[in-house]
T-cell receptor, first 111, second 114 residues
Framework: GQSLEQPSEVTAVEGAIVQINCTYQTSGFYGLSWYQQHDGGAPTFLSYNALDGLEETGRFSSFLSRSDSYGYLLLQELQMKDSASYFCAVRDRGGGFKTIFGAGTRLFVKA | DSGVTQTPKHLITATGQRVTLRCSPRSGDLSVYWYQQSLDQGLQFLIHYYNGEERAKGNILERFSAQQFPDLHSELNLSSLELGDSALYFC?????????????FGPGTRLLVL
């Protein structure tokens, strides 16, 4: 079957660096994405990794290791506005390229 | 603004009723995805359409159905509604090419079943 695991909650202080991990189990991996969702809002795309390694987009970076079925999202220079839920998602060839989302990690940024 | 539109924004109805949620994808996007998000829950994938054809199905209930029309807009039909169907329903669209798989989410339809 398909499943993703990520921590339910992370707390960090403004200006710090935080890493949100995601481990996955799929029947046919086809890429790991990260989305941000503020309360009451729609998820917005942050990054996508299809190959091993680090992808950097401004203050956000995402890493993937396909051999370990593991990825992480790295947020640097945290700002209060980064307080939100972060979801990892995989595209799974099993069942015709379903998109499976993790349960989400709630990030609290403190002053 | 993602470019994906969903109507209505809010919907209040009673158990046993049927509702239709509508989604218009971003211009040029051929794929439409539907998700359900219950209170403080993650996103549950329901169904994916690509250029009018069903591509993948998640844990979508038999009471729910969807379709994508020739103009690429999509509708999600929910029937025999139950209290537990109260949730946020998002649609997302993407180009769904080899290199462009980013999903752009609409603002969602908040459904309340009383």
């Amino acid at each position: 079957g398909q499943s993703l695991e990520q921590p339910s909650e992370v707390t960090a202080v403004e200006g710090a660096i935080v890493q949100i991990n995601c481990t996955y189990q799929t029947s046919g991996f086809y890429g790991l994405s990260w989305y941000q969702q503020h309360d009451g809002g729609a998820p917005t795309f942050l990054s996508y990794n299809a190959l091993d390694g680090l992808e950097e987009t401004g203050r956000f970076s995402s890493f993937l290791s396909r051999s370990d079925s593991y990825g992480y999202l790295l947020l640097q220079e945290l700002q209060m506005k980064d307080s939100a839920s972060y979801f990892c998602a995989v595209r799974d060839r099993g069942g015709g390229f379903k998109t499976i989302f993790g349960a989400g990690t709630r990030l609290f940024v403190k002053a | 603004d993602s470019g994906v539109t969903q109507t209505p924004k809010h919907l209040i109805t009673a158990t046993g009723q049927r509702v239709t949620l509508r989604c218009s994808p971003r211009s040029g996007d051929l794929s439409v995805y539907w998700y359900q998000q219950s209170l403080d829950q993650g996103l549950q994938f329901l169904i994916h359409y690509y250029n009018g054809e069903e591509r993948a199905k998640g844990n979508i209930l038999e009471r729910f159905s969807a379709q994508q029309f020739p103009d690429l807009h999509s509708e999600l039909n929910l029937s025999s509604l139950e209290l537990g169907d109260s949730a946020l329903y998002f649609c997302a669209s993407s180009q769904d090419t080899l290199s462009r798989k980013t999903q752009y989410f609409g603002p969602g339809t908040r459904l309340l079943v009383l």
